[in-house]
């Protein structure tokens, strides 16, 4: 089972990327998704959370109206767009799959993690 972020890179502020997020081993689709970050020195923080069937998501304060995030099921892969990138914003990201259909804000609620794709934003 393996979990692949994808999409990281150097943008400057304001830009925009688009990460993703690919499974393989097993089909996620029963499982909720969710994306992380952890800046340099700081702890892993929830930045967006996905269910099973894509109806509802969640968002960090620092995300809302800014980050969106998508799946694809028939593709066993999800998305993080984020728009309006500050530098605060830079951190390795990493993708998660969830014990359970409805993505927790927690790590612990997670069972399946990808490797990270770093985004450094520069002002």
């Known amino acids: 089972v393996q979990l692949q972020a994808s999409g990281g890179g150097l943008v400057q502020a304001g830009g925009s990327l688009r990460l993703s997020c690919a499974a393989s081993g097993r089909t996620f689709s029963n499982n909720g998704m969710g994306w992380f970050r952890q800046a340099p020195g700081k702890e892993r923080e929830f930045v967006a959370g996905?269910?099973?069937?894509?109806?509802?998501?969640y968002y960090a304060d620092s995300a809302k109206g800014r980050f969106t995030i998508s799946r694809d099921n028939a593709k066993n892969t999800m998305y993080l767009r984020m728009d309006s990138l500050k530098p605060e914003d830079t951190a390795v990201y990493y993708c998660?799959?969830?014990?359970?259909?409805?993505?927790?804000?927690?790590?612990?609620?997670?069972?399946?993690w990808g490797q990270g794709t770093l985004v450094t934003v520069s002002s």
């Open positions: 998660a799959a969830a014990r359970g259909s409805v993505p927790p804000s927690g790590l612990n609620g997670y069972r399946y």
């Open positions: 996905i269910t099973w069937s894509g109806s509802n998501t």
